[in-house]
């Protein structure tokens, strides 16, 4: 399924294009068109703010990624994790990507019209949410891209006519490298205990009392006396026992998902090591831009 996103998730999933994308190039363009104190005061300060923004989010994920060991998913702990796996089709069925129609895990499009400026509109964009699959070799877990920020080396742009059409694209053959919230459900993960389960068959049956005299009222005088009562909580034992049994019996299912409190959430088909040298530039280079955008503010000054 193709969405729009939300316009916040959409700034905060895609800062990487805004940084890099020649903001500081622009307002330095600006500020060389308008040649005027206030607008190099103004274009330098705002290139600053943006490039300590940046500076600061690639720090972040920097940080993030040679700070988080790699987990196996058989034996990974609730919580924070990274993984690394296989990628594959959630259910055998690839995504189709919107413009190409080629089959893929996820996909992100983007399409632009030219218009009487020489200038590129957007038009459309979205993404795929249907989960995927990672596969370490111990374990399966699913990935749901859902509010992730997606770092993917095949892009694909072509222009035709006033148009231009771009993909993003993580395909089956890929390696993929995920860090988010990882959750368990199964068996493993069932923690009632008996007495607990018990209550809980007695109170479901107490909910139709008719039923109830009628199995376990052996004298039928309308009331359950302390043997009578005695047989019932056996019988909810056993029914509880059998309920525990079969839940215990479920086969562990994995999740790899947005985290809650705000964490990075990032899935990529490069390795950590080239996202790390990528936000490590990233880091450098836009404190570069900050110190030379405040030494502007002093030159203009």
Same mark, same amino acid.
């Given at each position: ?50 490039? =300590? ?79 995927? =699959? ?17 770092? @993917?080396?095949?892009?694909? @742009? ?85 309920? =525990? ?55 203009? =000054?």
């Amino acid at each position: 399924m193709l969405i729009d996103r939300d316009f916040f998730l959409s700034l905060r999933k895609q800062y990487a294009q805004l940084i890099t994308s020649g903001a500081q190039l622009l307002l330095l363009a600006v500020g060389i068109h308008l040649h005027t104190v206030t607008a190099w005061l103004w274009c330098l300060g705002i290139m600053a703010l943006i490039s =300590l923004l940046a500076w600061f989010s690639a720090l972040y994920r920097l940080r993030t990624i040679m700070g988080t060991p790699t987990s196996k998913i058989a034996s990974a702990a609730q919580g924070y994790v990274e993984l690394i796996g296989k990628g594959n089709y959630f259910d055998t069925t690839p995504v189709l990507s919107q413009i190409s129609q080629l089959p893929c895990l996820w996909c992100r499009y983007k399409i632009e019209r030219r218009n009487g400026k020489n200038e590129w509109r957007t038009e459309s964009h979205g993404e795929s949410t249907t989960p995927f =699959l990672l596969d370490d070799g111990s374990a399966v877990c699913v990935v749901d891209p859902h509010g992730a920020e997606i770092v @993917s080396c095949h892009k694909d @742009s072509w222009t035709k006519g006033d148009y231009r059409y771009t993909e993003w694209k993580l395909l089956n053959i890929d390696t993929i490298y995920a860090i988010g919230e990882f959750r368990t459900e199964g068996g493993g993960t069932h923690t009632r205990k008996t007495n607990d389960e018990i209550k809980a068959v007695l109170a479901e049956w107490k909910m139709n009392m008719p039923e109830l005299y009628a199995r376990f009222d052996l004298d039928r005088n309308g009331e359950l006396d302390m043997r009578e009562w005695g047989l019932a909580r056996s019988a909810a034992k056993r029914e509880a026992e059998k309920r =525990l049994s079969e839940a215990r019996a479920i086969p562990d299912s994995h999740y790899l998902v947005r985290p809650g409190n705000g964490r990075l959430f990032l899935i990529s088909n490069l390795t950590p090591d080239k996202l790390a040298r990528r936000y490590a530039i990233w880091t450098w280079m836009n404190l570069v831009i900050f110190f030379g955008a405040l030494g502007g503010v002093a030159w203009v =000054l």
